[in-house]
């Protein structure tokens, strides 16, 4: 009982600070999913952990902890990747709006350096 006490405390913690920062909305719902399904897997392995020996022996995995040692980085694989594609779409629409914030200044002043209308 004392090997599930850690992996359940860090999945409940994991949980309680992703609801905190959503209620906050520091943390947007599409970031909190994958947290949240990640903080339950861990409750899931650490309630039952014949899950996690049963999964391994059916994927062909020998020790069910490179399993998770593999999940884990897939996980963060995806992490990496999604935030990558996150940047690289802010990116863009920051040089858009730079590129359109340039193109109001010069109408601004064009429309300052004109002759007053009669």
């Not at 850690?6 to 209620?23: E, G, K, N, Q």
């Not at 863009?92 to 109408?107: S, V």
């Amino acid at each position: 009982m004392n090997d599930r006490v850690l992996p359940l405390v860090s999945a409940a913690v994991t949980l309680l600070v992703m609801l905190d920062l959503l209620r906050r909305r520091r943390l947007r719902e599409k970031y909190a999913v994958l947290w949240l399904v990640v903080s339950g897997f861990v409750a899931l392995f650490a309630l039952l952990p014949g899950t996690l020996t049963a999964l391994s022996r059916a994927v062909g995995v020998k020790t069910p902890v490179n399993l998770l040692f593999f999940s884990a980085v897939l996980v963060l694989l995806v992490v990496c990747v999604q935030l990558s594609y996150e940047i690289s779409r802010l990116e863009d629409e920051t040089r858009c709006l730079a590129e359109e914030l340039g193109i109001l200044r010069l109408d601004v002043q064009d429309i300052r350096r004109a002759p007053p209308a009669l």
